[in-house]
């Protein structure tokens, strides 16, 4: 699959992977910033952004995408970046393909099943019928009346584009989503460990990666260090990419 995605600046490789109704735009100005000292990709994975539409989406399917990728690009090994479901795409990769694999960080996740959170968005967006409005104010207005946050609004709002005919349409494909969103809440495979420097980064108001998820973590990522960001939730490169970036590249910088 010919996945969408952008390149900044020069150097040793650093791939960006998105999380669910995520897109490589969620990442341009922290994209910018990591360019002034490496190559970086970020990519939108399939079934997102500008990136094909498929039935098929699984771990096992995102990871095999990335490798794809990194052959197209000829990339040899890369650091790797992950927020929520792309951190679950990059703990699979790094299990499976650990020679691809400098760097690993992981954003706000673990390696283990979650309780599917989403389903009753997963709702509110499908029964949007987005041909029928002629401008953003008045999709906000009626996702408001289901999904109370702004700033999730937002978020999902950065997945509406207009087609040829002029119409409002998702970028993201919803009914494949959906469709395997409670696998996609599950574990990633956990086989063989990734011996390499990895980096958990949670938020402190986040529960996705909690103490007791230590053990099943360093299980399987045998090197990791684990940084807890104040005062952010589940986006912690959103709500203080100034520290991210800075936790990030003091990471990539230690021999």
Not at 69 to 84: P, R
Not at 97 to 113: E, F, G, R, T
Not at 119 to 127: A, P, Y
Request: net charge negative.
């Amino acid at each position: 699959m010919q996945l969408n995605y952008l390149s900044y600046g020069s150097g040793q490789p650093l791939i960006i992977l998105h999380g669910l109704f995520g897109s490589l735009d969620n990442w341009h100005t922290l994209s910018k910033n990591f360019a002034e000292h490496y190559q970086v990709f970020s990519l939108d994975q399939r079934n997102h952004g500008r990136s094909p539409h498929s039935d098929e989406f699984t771990y096992s399917i995102l990871v095999e995408d990335l490798l794809e990728f990194m052959e197209q690009q000829n990339i040899k090994k890369a650091h790797i970046l992950g927020h929520s479901m792309g951190g679950k795409v990059a703990m699979q990769f790094a299990l499976s393909y650990p020679d691809k694999v400098d760097k690993l960080i992981i954003a706000d996740i673990a390696p283990k099943s979650y309780p599917p959170s989403h389903l009753e968005l997963f709702e509110t967006l499908l029964s949007v019928d987005l041909s029928k409005f002629s401008n953003r104010k008045d999709i906000d207005s009626t996702l408001a009346e289901q999904v109370k946050d702004f700033a999730v609004r937002q978020f999902i709002l950065k997945n509406i584009y207009l087609n040829d005919e002029e119409k409002f349409c998702w970028k993201m494909n919803l009914p494949v989503l959906k469709k395997s969103y409670i696998d996609m809440s599950g574990s990633i495979i956990l086989t063989n460990t990734f011996t390499y420097p990895t980096l958990f980064i949670r938020g402190e108001k986040s529960s996705y990666i909690e103490e007791s998820d230590t053990n099943l973590i360093k299980s399987f990522f045998p090197s990791a260090q684990i940084v807890t960001m104040a005062k952010v939730g589940h986006w912690v490169h959103a709500e203080n990419p100034k520290e991210f970036f800075q936790i990030v590249m003091e990471f990539l910088n230690k021999e």
